[in-house]
């Protein structure tokens, strides 16, 4: 039983978000995803759904066997219960795979990190960011 964790903040899901899981899905058996709090969010604008929303939608997903919402001050408790045997990253995450590593095996923590790949973002009739949603709604309801 191969067990992989999938994280990610999740906001206004689309078909970009069912890609990474399916994808992180295929690199073993059963998948946990990590849903990343509101106050962790700090890279991009704040997530717009509320972090239990964000869980539950996550949860729902075909791929998805277990949803959890992160720890809100240390990212290695959730990989500490789950024992994953791969992380999973996003094809765009800014997470630096080399001091991840590091910083697993300075807590004694032994997983595979891997990529998942790109659905791409350039084709015009799709709406595969959750950015790009929220600049339609802007352009479209205001
Ligand atoms: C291995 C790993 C574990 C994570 N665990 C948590 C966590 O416990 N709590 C949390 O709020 N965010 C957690 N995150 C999410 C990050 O904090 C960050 O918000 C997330 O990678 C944002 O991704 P996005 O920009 O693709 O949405 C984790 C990220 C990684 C790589
Ligand atoms: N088009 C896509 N193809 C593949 N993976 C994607 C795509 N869009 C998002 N993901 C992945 O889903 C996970 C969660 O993404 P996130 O919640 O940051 O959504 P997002 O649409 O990338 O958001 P934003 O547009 O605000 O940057 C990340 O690992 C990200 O790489």
Redesign the pocket.
């Known amino acids: 039983m191969t067990r992989v964790?999938a994280?990610?903040?999740f906001d206004i899901l689309h078909p970009g978000h069912v890609h990474y899981l399916r994808d992180a899905k295929a690199m073993g058996d059963e998948l946990h995803v990590?849903v990343?709090?509101s106050v962790?969010?700090t890279?991009?604008e704040p997530p717009v759904m509320p972090d239990d929303q964000r869980r539950e939608m996550v949860a729902a997903l075909k791929p998805v066997d277990e949803a959890h919402l992160?720890?809100p001050e240390d990212?290695f408790?959730?990989?500490e219960r789950i024992d994953p045997a791969i992380?999973a990253?996003?094809y765009d995450?800014h997470?630096d795979e080399e001091r991840?590593q590091a910083a697993l095996a300075d807590r004694g923590l032994d997983c595979e990190i891997r990529r998942a790949s790109p659905l791409d973002r350039d084709d015009s009739d799709r709406l595969l960011s959750t950015g790009r949603i929220i600049d339609r709604v802007l352009e479209e309801r205001s």
Do not use: F
């Open positions: 964790v994280q990610g903040t990590i990343a709090r962790n969010v890279h991009k992160g720890h990212i408790v959730p990989i992380i990253l996003g995450q997470h991840l």
